[in-house]
């Protein structure tokens, strides 16, 4: 049965680029475009390093709206509408809590490889492992 709302998170890497487009041409459903800001003071973010301040919130703000305004541009280049979304968080964490908490069923993300961790890791980045690993529905990774 083909999905009927996907879930798309994105986070500026050609390949989450890939995975909207994919989303895009592949599905004609719902689709919803997510883009999760690292809180500042979390130890993934600049904010580890650096004590937060306004003008890094508003940098990574701006930044999420960038990304945003492209994938609907993209979207329209598609004759296609989305619907968009940004939240704060854990990437991993927060696209999991938006597909439980959401009418999603397919989620269409990108995956990238590291130097450490296990082959999977390598492969898919830990962002994608947690997903495919913890998600309720199914969810495609982009390479």
Same mark, same amino acid.
């Given at each position: 049965?083909?999905? #009927?709302?996907?879930?798309?998170?994105?986070? @500026?890497?050609?390949?989450?680029?890939?995975?909207?487009?994919?989303?895009? $041409?592949?599905?004609?459903?719902?689709?919803?475009?997510?883009?999760?800001?690292?809180?500042?003071?979390?130890?993934?973010?600049?904010?580890?390093?650096?004590?937060?301040?306004?003008?890094?919130?508003?940098?990574?703000?701006?930044?999420?709206?960038?990304?945003?305004?492209?994938?609907?541009?993209?979207?329209?280049? !598609? @004759?296609?509408?989305?619907?968009? #979304?940004?939240?704060? @968080?854990?990437?991993? !964490? $927060?696209?999991? !809590?938006?597909? !439980?908490?959401?009418?999603?069923?397919?989620?269409?993300?990108? %995956?990238? @490889? %590291?130097?450490?961790?296990?082959?999977?890791?390598?492969?898919?980045?830990?962002?994608? $492992?947690?997903?495919?690993?913890?998600?309720?529905?199914? #969810?495609?990774?982009?390479?």
């Amino acid at each position: 049965m083909p999905p #009927v709302h996907v879930l798309v998170p994105l986070d @500026g890497s050609p390949l989450a680029d890939e995975a909207l487009t994919h989303a895009l $041409t592949v599905f004609d459903c719902r689709v919803t475009v997510l883009n999760i800001v690292t809180p500042l003071d979390a130890t993934m973010s600049e904010g580890g390093i650096l004590e937060p301040d306004e003008r890094r919130r508003t940098t990574a703000r701006e930044r999420a709206d960038r990304l945003i305004e492209r994938a609907e541009d993209r979207a329209a280049t !598609e @004759g296609r509408t989305i619907e968009t #979304v940004v939240e704060t @968080g854990d990437p991993a !964490e $927060t696209i999991l !809590e938006y597909v !439980e908490n959401r009418d999603v069923d397919h989620v269409i993300m990108g %995956g990238h @490889g %590291g130097e450490r961790g296990d082959a999977t890791r390598r492969l898919l980045g830990t962002v994608a $492992t947690a997903v495919v690993r913890e998600s309720p529905v199914t #969810v495609t990774v982009v390479r």
